[in-house]
């Protein structure tokens, strides 16, 4: 079976919701959207799941330790694994820094 996912329809789910219109530019994910702004995906009886970090180890493989998976187009909900990169994880904790109590 296909990383990360455990079933066929988990899969299946999981792409269909993936706005693939070509192979450069981005792929918007149609499904739930998570308060940040991110795609997310359920996996099973899982908690939701940032959408670009399933696709980065669908397409890419593992992520890192310490290393956060981030669009490089900005994009949040774009799961283009084209699109991915990793990053130190320091973006991240600017903006939690920056965020208002
Ligand atoms: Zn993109």
Redesign the pocket.
């Known amino acids: 079976m296909f990383t990360p996912f455990t079933t066929w329809n988990q899969f299946i789910t999981f792409m269909e919701n993936i706005d693939k219109i070509h192979d450069e530019e981005?792929?918007p994910w149609k499904g739930e959207v998570d308060d940040d702004g991110y795609g997310v995906y359920q996996r099973g009886k899982r908690l939701p799941e940032k959408v670009h970090e399933l696709s980065w180890e669908l397409f890419g493989g593992t992520i890192p330790t310490e290393l956060v998976i981030s669009?490089t187009?900005g994009?949040k909900l774009?799961a283009?694994p084209k699109?991915l990169q990793a990053i130190i994880n320091k973006e991240e904790e600017n903006d939690y820094m920056e965020k208002p109590v």
């Open positions: 981005c792929w669009q187009c994009n774009c283009n699109h």
